[in-house]
């Protein structure tokens, strides 16, 4: 019996631009909009270079951190800098190794929904950002993981994410929206990423309207508070659990 490994794009990518190839770029496949290109450089983005909603998220962070979904570790480097305890976490085995040659004092590979060590004390601050909740998939992966996070968390603790509201991919020229009722939530998006001709594995992105994240955040047992938004419609919440 022989099995495969899924080929690790995103690695592959940040370890070009790591190593000196300036022009490393990556293309991103959306099965509702257009193919985009995503340069590498984007994810080691220093602070001056990171957008208004992660700077407020940085500014906002307190206590242990863990950086879910972390990428080239340019969040934990700039806690790193300010003097937090930090955890930064990415699937990709690529960008761990970019992560850990980088300066990241504690790194590790594995997804959002795997549990602490017995050993590991729980953190004060869960950060997802660029983005990040999408990394939870769908909503049913948001009710999960807000169950798991619990498990993860301080008391006291909070969640600090970004996610966006997509519903403009399906407005029409009049400004109606084009929407299938009978089908999945609009939000729900399967990616995949190439890197010089190479395709990864499809995977989902669930990007959450503000009322809906509010709804699933008050289910699980979390407040919710927006503390902002920028053109794009995207936006930064803290969820806090209630007890």
């Known amino acids: 019996m ?23 770029a990556l293309t991103v496949h959306c099965n509702v909009a257009d193919n985009e290109p995503l340069p590498a450089a984007y994810f ?3 602070l001056l270079q990171m957008p208004e909603l992660e ?7 307190r206590g242990r951190v863990l950086d879910l979904g972390a990428g ?24 761990v190794q970019v992560m850990a040659e980088r300066g990241v004092q504690t790194v590790a590979r594995h997804d959002l929904f795997a549990p602490l060590p017995t050993n590991e004390l729980p953190f004060d601050t869960i950060l997802l950002l660029m983005n990040g909740l999408g990394l939870t998939g769908t909503l049913e992966g948001l009710d999960k993981f807000l169950a798991h996070a619990r498990t993860l968390l301080a ?3 909070q969640i600090l994410a970004t996610s966006s509201d997509v519903r403009y991919l399906y407005e029409d020229e009049d400004g109606s929206l084009l929407l299938n009722l009978n089908g999945p939530y609009y939000g729900e998006v399967e990616y995949s990423l190439s890197y010089k001709g190479e395709m990864g594995v499809s995977f989902p992105w669930l990007f959450v309207d503000p009322a809906l994240l509010n709804d699933a955040a008050e289910t699980a047992g979390y407040s919710a508070e927006f503390l902002g938004e920028d053109d794009d419609e995207q936006y930064l919440v803290r969820l806090t659990p209630l007890n």
């Open 2 to 24: 022989t099995t495969t490994t899924a080929p690790d794009i995103l690695g592959k990518a940040l370890l070009a631009y790591h190593h000196g190839d300036a022009d490393a």
């Open 44 to 46: 080691f983005r220093t």
């Open 55 to 61: 700077r407020l998220a940085l500014n906002e962070s």
């Open 72 to 95: 080239a570790g340019c969040h934990t480097l700039e806690l790193q800098s300010r003097g937090f305890d930090v955890k930064a976490v990415d699937v990709s085995a690529g960008a």
């Open 155 to 157: 008391p006291n603790g």
